[in-house]
């Protein structure tokens, strides 16, 4: 689009002073005869890719088209009104050309959109947008334009690290606006503010954050300048818009400002954009630094030359001109996050709210961390390509660490979201640790990764690195009924990821040479174990007694519920594989390779069904390595068709060109993995397990001058399976790539075919990680509570399976608490046989739940993981009781206050009682379902001790069985300001329990913020209420 000037070399040589910073060097390689290798990648990357729609299980992609160069802090991009992260390729109107972008989940940045308009500024600048089409649009490396229709202006746009160029052609006219939205993020802002100096410059800030309606916050600063002065200026706070002046300086949430040029005599304005987070003069010093001059060419060549510096870390030689604009795109995707976050002096702002600037080998801060979707993959595939920035990205963390005092899981900017469960970050670490990222502070790093897995957060401090920490010690597992609430309990889910989290501190320990910390971690790495159900062959959530939920592993989650209980984003049959640490003894706990390959088939015969289908959802991080699953159990062909198929089916280089949330470069980057053949299976270790190659050529330049070269002189879309492989040019039959070639190089040789090998790698499986397991696994059935009348009995199933491979006898023993027998009451069996007993409930036994725990031990009376059975005593009366008696730690007996969205609460002491004092408006809670299933209308009498103060109204609004009224209103109490508690009493003729009201709860008091409670009682009768009264004295 704009050419390079003689002399206009400048900001080339900056380039190459980037590259260098960046540890890159130009590489060369040879290709095979016949297979020209990629010298120039830039031209491949089309950013338009992943700005669209996947479909119904995918949504918005969210990539964006603007210009960045790699880990830019300025992502200087097109937004259009409907989309939650900036742009959507299905849209015709753009709201302005904001300056920070990421492919998130929710609602955040686009921070202070700019748009070009033509005349009046009209009564509402604010929601001003303007028209254009995709056939005026270019977006390439470095490089962003686009006409927008309404006013005929054409706006390009360039950037460097912290700074833009535009070049913004009017039609001749003396009313050429530039709207300047700095109250516009796309969560809203707190604060804003917009200032001219002089006339060819303007300065301002914008106060947001509170991403997926978390607590964060960040202020960004920016500064504008222009190649001419404006003519006229004027600002707006959100609802008036002042007259136009010479100046503008307006504070206000939604503040804004227009400047007004004449293009009579000159139709193009150029103007310069720059950002910091430490002040507006930091954002003038980036400026000033980063792009002298006026003029286009230079910063776009600079830009391409930085992106084919860092994309020709792997070059790749044939396939068709698609694969390669989609390879070459998603390793562009793969690089742009974490972002930037240091200015060009080194400042930028703590988790401490103080300045900091980097020091020792540290020569950048970055921020925006998608950590539980970038573990998995990204991290090795930066470390091995970049180190040094890999170091950055790890020191970074760490000082988030040092200033914060907790490791983060979901940093965005300088502020915890606390977004996500797991631990990420410590196999993000780790997995950048081994692949070569190793100049940053690892005691330091391992001191806050041992602080995230043991110790729970202060009372009412508002971050917790592991949710219910101290549970997962205790148990060994996270109890489903006291796990983390967000769609869903996630107990199951979150155990796995801690577990292997525990494994990623153990592997990065032992590097250190902290062997002892690294044996502790290892055997922690297998709590895994203590979830999975031998009877149903399936990893589950369990709750505090020890028992596993009624049914098989997978249930079907209801109609309108995002995933199954147990499990975050997904459910049991997409979590089942999600133990890459130890995959040979989860294959062996399932019933061996044979059974494991007809469950795999049925699972991969759809492969991106989103979270309530019993099959692969591709889209979602905890699927990623799910497809080499075959390379462990014998059948590596079918890990190569089914990685083919994904590769085929879900990518292409459109808009709508991936099956899921790019997710800051996470999907991104397991299609380059794919594409080259390889996968980083287990996070903290090098391991690369091998589907098979869809190029003939490819060489990855490694940091040390050695390169991997990747030979497939047969690969095409319809040749997936390997035959048979070399390294070095000596037979290799293992599915894993062998470690040493991460540090020496290596060339491997593919022989790829259109059938299958069923002999190739089937009997050599990449590493699994056994340190610490248990040989068997116990369990018992029926699972669930079993519903049973005083003086009945019911027949019951002890059970267990071998989890490493040859096993002994297991010892087992059931201890019955009183009222309850089981007969025989202890035994001996091997792993894969059961045992019949018979559990007995006495004529006087007390209505309520009655777990029945079974412990297992080996012959050297050494524990392993056992089950409950637990039976449930129904009441004459037919009522469900429930309460909940709140204060600092609530006690819950079959009733939970849910603290989420706008309901949030304090603990305080009034009155001589405890009790929660609310934050918002509301406070919400939710029936145990096993008690309430929903279904049918109820009659449900609420008891609420609440603390008399003021003269306010206040009621119930609950979950009505009327499928219309989730916030169907009860009758109100007015208080009278005694000052003393009291307790209203509410009745519900037709309570639903469905669930369906913010955070699943099934009602909620509409009490308005500094109401006090104390205690909540529910009686719950009709329909299929599981008649059991949980409180103390019903």
């Known amino acids: 689009m704009h050419r390079v000037p003689t002399g206009s070399w400048r900001l080339l040589l900056a380039a190459a002073a980037v590259l260098l910073a960046l540890g890159v060097a130009t590489p ?233 040029f004449d293009t009579r005599a000159n139709q193009v304005l150029h103007m310069k954009v720059a950002i910091s987070f430490v002040s507006t003069e930091g954002a003038q010093r980036n400026m000033a630094a980063e792009i002298p001059g006026w003029d286009l060419a230079p910063v776009e060549a600079a830009a391409r030359q930085q992106w084919d510096g860092v994309l020709s870390r792997i070059q790749v030689g044939g396939g068709t001109a698609d694969q390669l604009k989609t390879f070459y795109t998603s390793l562009y995707h793969s690089l742009l996050y974490p972002t930037t976050f240091s200015d060009v002096d080194g400042r930028y702002p703590g988790f401490d709210a103080k300045v900091h600037s980097v020091s020792g080998h540290q020569r950048v801060q970055y921020a925006n961390y998608s950590l539980w979707d970038t573990y998995r993959c990204l991290a090795a595939l930066q470390a091995l390509l970049l180190p040094d920035v890999g170091s950055d990205l790890a020191q970074s963390l760490v000082n988030d660490a040092a200033q914060f005092g907790w490791l983060p899981k979901w940093p965005v900017m300088n502020g915890e979201s606390g977004v996500m469960n797991g631990d990420n970050v410590t196999p993000f670490l780790a997995s950048l640790h081994a692949f070569g990222a190793q ?375 059931a201890q019955p608490p009183a009222g309850i027998t089981v007969t025989p009451s202890s035994g001996v069996l091997r792993p894969g046989t059961t045992a019949g007993v018979t559990v007995a409930v006495a004529a006087d036994a007390p209505s309520g739940y009655h777990p029945v725990p079974v412990s297992f031990t080996d012959t050297a009376g050494h524990a392993l993981p056992g089950a409950t059975i637990t039976v449930t005593v129904p009441a004459a009366d037919g009522k469900a009781t429930t309460c909940d008696t709140l204060g600092a730690s609530d006690t819950e007996c079959g009733l939970q206050r849910l603290d989420n969205g706008d309901g949030h609460s304090a603990p305080v002491t009034v009155a001589g009682r405890s009790g929660r004092s609310t934050s918002d408006g509301y406070l919400y809670f939710g029936v145990t379902d096993d008690l309430v299933p929903g279904g049918t209308p109820y009659t449900a009498t609420i008891d609420v001790d609440y603390l008399d103060q003021g003269t306010g109204s206040w009621n119930v609004q609950y979950d009505s069985s009327d499928p219309n009224q989730r916030y169907q209103g009860s009758s109100s109490v007015t208080d009278t300001g005694t000052g003393t508690w009291k307790t209203a009493t509410f009745t519900l003729p037709d309570a639903g329990f469905g669930n369906r009201e913010n955070g699943s709860a099934d009602f909620r008091l509409s009490v308005g913020a500094g109401f006090v409670v104390s205690r909540v009682h529910v009686s719950v009768s009709g329909g299929n209420v599981l008649a059991l009264h949980l409180c103390p004295g019903d």
């Not at 940045?109 to 070009?116: N, S, W, Y």
């Not at 879900?650 to 470069?665: K, R």
């Not at 190659?693 to 991997?708: Q, T």
């Open 439 to 813: 100049d940053f502070d690892t005691t330091t790093a391992l001191k806050y990764m041992l602080k995230g897995a043991t110790t729970p957060a202060p009372p009412n401090f508002p971050y917790q690195e592991r949710e219910g920490v101290a549970d997962y010690q205790t148990y060994g597992y996270v109890p489903n009924d006291r796990a983390e609430q967000g769609h869903v309990r996630t107990g199951a889910s979150q155990t796995l990821e801690y577990a292997i989290d525990d494994f990623a501190i153990s592997r990065f320990a032992g590097a250190l040479g902290k062997h002892d910390t690294a044996r502790t971690y290892a055997g922690r790495s297998q709590n895994w174990q203590n979830i999975f159900d031998g009877g149903t062959g399936y990893l589950r959530p369990k709750d505090s007694t020890g028992a596993f939920p009624a049914g098989p592993g997978f249930v079907a989650p209801p109609a309108g519920q995002f995933g199954q209980n147990g499990f975050d984003e997904g459910n049991a049959a997409q979590y089942n594989y999600l133990v890459p640490q130890n995959m040979a003894g989860l294959i062996t706990a399932m019933g061996g390779p044979a059974a494991v390959n007809l469950r795999a088939d049925a699972f991969f015969q759809l492969l991106n069904t989103g979270p309530n289908l019993p099959n692969q959802w591709s889209g979602n991080e905890p699927d990623f390595a799910t497809p080499w699953l075959y390379d462990y159990t014998g059948q590596p062909w079918k890990t190569q068709e089914v990685v083919r198929r994904i590769e085929a089916q879900l990518f292409s280089a459109t808009p709508n060109g991936e099956p899921g949330n790019d997710d800051l470069g996470a999907q991104s980057s397991w299609y380059v993995w794919a594409a080259l053949g390889l996968y980083p299976v287990t996070p903290g270790t090098t391991d690369l397990a091998f589907a098979s190659p869809l190029f003939p050529k490819a060489v990855l330049h490694l940091a040390n001058g050695r390169s991997i070269t990747i030979d497939a002189p047969a690969a095409a879309a319809d040749h997936p399976y390997v035959t048979g492989l070399s390294v070095d040019g000596k037979r290799w039959d293992k599915t894993y790539l062998p470690p040493s070639a991460l540090r020496t190089g290596t060339t491997l040789k593919f022989d790829l075919s259109a059938q299958p090998s069923p002999s190739w790698g089937a009997t050599s499986s990449p590493p699994s990680y056994s340190d610490g397991q248990v040989a068997a696994i116990g369990y018992t059935s029926p699972t669930g509570q079993v519903r049973t009348a005083q003086g009945a009995s019911f027949p019951a199933t002890i059970g267990a399976v071998a989890a490493a491979g040859r096993s002994g006898p297991v010892r087992w023993r």
């Open 28 to 260: 060369s390689a040879a290709a095979a005869p016949g297979v020209s290798l990629v010298t120039n990648p830039a031209q491949y990357v089309d950013p338009m890719i992943g700005t669209g729609n996947g479909g119904e299980q995918v949504g918005q992609i969210n990539n964006f088209p603007g210009p960045a160069v790699p880990f830019g802090m300025l992502q200087w991009s097109p937004d259009t009104p409907d989309a939650y992260a900036g742009y959507s390729y299905d849209s015709d109107q753009i709201r302005g050309f904001s300056l920070t972008h990421a492919s998130v989940g929710c609602r955040q940045f686009g921070d202070v959109p700019i748009l070009p308009v033509v005349g009046d500024v009209g009564t509402a600048p604010w929601d001003r947008t303007e028209k254009f089409s995709h056939d005026t649009e270019v977006a390439r490396t470095g490089e962003y334009g686009v006409t927008l229709a309404d006013s005929g202006v054409r706006a390009d746009l360039t950037s460097a690290t912290r700074t833009g160029l535009a070049a913004l052609t009017f039609p001749a006219t003396d009313k050429a606006q530039l709207l300047v939205k700095a109250g516009a993020s796309l969560n809203g802002d707190q604060a804003a503010a917009v200032r001219t100096i002089g006339d060819h410059e303007v300065v301002g800030s914008a106060s947001t954050g509170q991403f997926c309606g978390h607590q964060n916050n960040y202020t960004i600063y920016y500064a504008l300048q222009f190649d001419r002065p404006f003519t006229a200026a004027g600002g707006w706070d959100g609802t008036t818009v002042g007259t136009p002046g010479t100046s503008i300086d307006v504070s206000s949430p939604r503040a804004g400002g227009y400047l007004t």
